[in-house]
C-alpha cells in the first residue's frame, strides 16, 4: 500500500488548508486511515482517524477546527484545516490500517509527509 499525500504549504494564522492523501496498491480492505503530525523536536502526534463506520477522532488541540472526510471510492482521505495557529506547524503524515488481501495481516502504512507552515 502506498499513501501519497499533498495539499501542504505555507498559511497565515486563521487561514485554511486541505490535504489530501491518495491510497494505492493492494488493498483488500481498509480498517482506519488518518493523520499525525510532528513539530521540530516533538513526537509525532495523532490528528485525527476515520474509522470504518466513519467513526472519527480528534486531537484535542484541533478538534472544532479540523475535519477528516474519505472519499466515495475509500481510498482517499481528506484533512480540512481552517483556524490556523502557529503550533499547528508540523510535518503532516498520512496513516492507513489495511489488509493487502483476503486472509493477511492488519499492516500499518505512512505516507512521505508534506509540510505545513503557518506563519504571518
Known amino acids: 500500500v502506498q499513501l501519497q499525500a499533498s495539499g501542504g504549504g505555507l498559511v497565515q494564522p486563521g487561514g485554511s488548508l486541505r490535504l489530501s492523501c491518495l491510497a494505492s496498491?493492494?488493498?483488500?480492505?481498509?480498517?482506519?486511515m488518518g493523520w499525525y503530525r510532528q513539530a521540530p523536536g516533538k513526537q509525532r502526534e495523532l490528528v485525527a482517524t476515520?474509522?470504518?463506520?466513519?467513526?472519527?477522532n480528534y486531537a484535542d488541540s484541533v478538534k472544532g477546527r479540523f475535519t477528516i472526510s474519505e472519499g466515495n471510492a475509500k481510498n482517499t482521505v481528506y484533512l480540512q484545516m481552517n483556524s490556523f495557529k502557529p503550533d499547528d506547524t508540523a510535518v503532516y503524515y498520512c496513516?492507513?490500517?489495511?489488509?493487502?488481501?483476503?486472509?493477511?495481516?492488519?499492516?500499518?502504512?505512512w505516507g512521505k509527509g508534506t509540510q505545513v507552515t503557518v506563519s504571518s
Open positions: 476515520i474509522s470504518r463506520g466513519d467513526t472519527t
Open positions: 496513516n492507513a490500517e489495511a489488509r493487502e488481501y483476503s486472509g493477511s495481516v492488519w499492516r500499518n502504512f
Open positions: 496498491g493492494s488493498v483488500f480492505m481498509f480498517n482506519r
